[in-house]
């Protein structure tokens, strides 16, 4: 089996055109704006970087055969992690082009699953933030519904991500990988 690590992972990252909106949320609620740039986990972890050239040919492979599609960004959602914690994301419409993206990319590097164990399986989301608290939470995702107008976004490619370790861990798009490119 190959190495997987943290330090990469395979997403989507929506357009730049789109990204101010969301970002103005991360500013003020996800302690992880700094390390990832906007982005829905596919495949997480993922390989060494040294192995991208390797495994480039199978991700192709894997993506020729999924057709560009469009998603909405309109609701936001929740996961609760532990008694008090909370991470709020905003959840892709619809969801099931990116569950058959992720399944094809899982496919092509089956050890690389860790995305698709939950109980419900794969959830595809794009975090904006984390909280504590249910009162908090429920009053952000108000406030948050209140002032969102929806972003819709074409997927036609997917990026390999890679970050060092600290201090510089911020992530970098190595490559992307289009889609239906048959």
């Known amino acids: ?14 357009p730049e055109a789109c990204w101010e909106p969301i970002q103005a949320i991360r500013r003020q609620h996800d302690r992880h704006l700094e390390r990832w ?9 993922f390989r060494l970087r040294s ?3 390797a495994v480039a040919p199978q ?11 469009e998603v909405c960004l309109a609701e936001f959602r929740e996961f609760r992690h532990g008694r008090d914690s909370y991470t709020v994301w905003l959840a ?7 569950v058959r993206l992720q399944a094809a990319l899982q496919s ?6 860790d995305t698709a164990r939950y109980a419900a399986g794969f959830n595809p989301h794009l975090s904006v933030g984390q909280v504590r608290g249910r009162d908090f939470l429920t009053r952000l995702k108000s406030e948050l519904a209140e002032r969102w107008s929806p972003l819709t976004f074409t997927v ?20 992307a990988v289009p889609l239906g490119d048959l």
């Open 1 to 14: 089996m190959n190495a997987k690590t943290h330090e990469t992972a395979v997403v989507v990252i929506p």
């Open 108 to 113: 092509a590097v089956p050890d690389c699953d």
């Open 51 to 53: 192995e991208f050239d």
């Open 156 to 175: 036609n490619e997917v990026c390999l991500i890679w970050r060092s370790p600290p201090p510089d861990d911020v992530f970098r798009v190595d490559r």
């Open 92 to 98: 892709p419409q619809p969801p099931a082009a990116l």
């Open 59 to 69: 991700l192709r492979m894997a993506c020729a055969v999924v057709e560009p599609f």
């Open 37 to 45: 740039m906007p982005h829905i986990t596919l495949v997480y972890p």
